[in-house]
């Protein structure tokens, strides 16, 4: 589980680098936005995959830990221990582990295992166990399958430069003054500048600001 979470971990932040360089600066909201789009739906669907994994091998794995145990002493014993078969935490266990009703009721609430005698819990523990351990070897899997894909991604190196300052220079190769996001108000600085108004903000005019007549 450590070596999973820090592998997630750290590969999310670089996943998000790395699909930001490969768009244009304009694009770099949309890309953002994608790889978190995409990583949450994958989220959600692995945990729904892995659940269904689980839950459907957990009935298996618990009826082979019983059958296995039948052959331990220990648990043959406490099968047949009266005070445990009259104990209400532990005698329905007793009963469905002896007259083969099945483990229907592990599946659905597994807080009984915390309670009830540890030699008879140590099957149905055994059980939730090994089909983790499947749920973790399939996702080893797909990490594996993830990292051979991430091979053939073409590298492309990082840019030298802010989104801001990229967007700024392709404005500028356009020949245009277009600011990012705005008109073009280099005609309006141009009028601004002839009527007195200096670049530091503070006005000059003599005449009513309202009145004065911009370029569209």
Known sequence: MFVLGAGVGLCM????LAAQNAAPAKDMGVS??????????????????????LFSTVGNKIVTAITSSFHNPAFVAALH???????????????QLTTGQGVGGALTDASF????????????????TNSIDL??????AVGVLAFLVALFIKEIPLRSQSGMQSMME???AAGGHEEIGG?????IAEVVSANGIAPNGKHALEEDFSTMQLPV
Do not use: C, Y
């Not at 978190?36 to 892995?50: S, Y």
């Not at 295992?113 to 939730?128: H, T, W």
């Not at 008109?183 to 005609?187: E, G, L, Q, T, V």
């Open 13 to 16: 932040q670089t996943l998000n």
């Open 113 to 128: 295992v915390s309670k009830i005698n540890p030699v008879l819990g140590e099957p149905f523990k055994a059980g939730f």
């Open 81 to 95: 221990n009266p005070a445990l078969a009259n104990d209400p935490v532990n005698g329905p266990i007793i009963h």
């Open 32 to 53: 953002t936005s994608s790889a978190t789009f995409f990583r949450q739906m994958g989220g959600t669907l692995g945990v729904a995959v892995f659940l269904s994994i």
């Open 183 to 187: 008109p073009d108000i280099a005609p």
């Open 170 to 172: 392709g404005a500028e």
């Open 135 to 140: 749920v973790f070897l399939v996702a080893a």
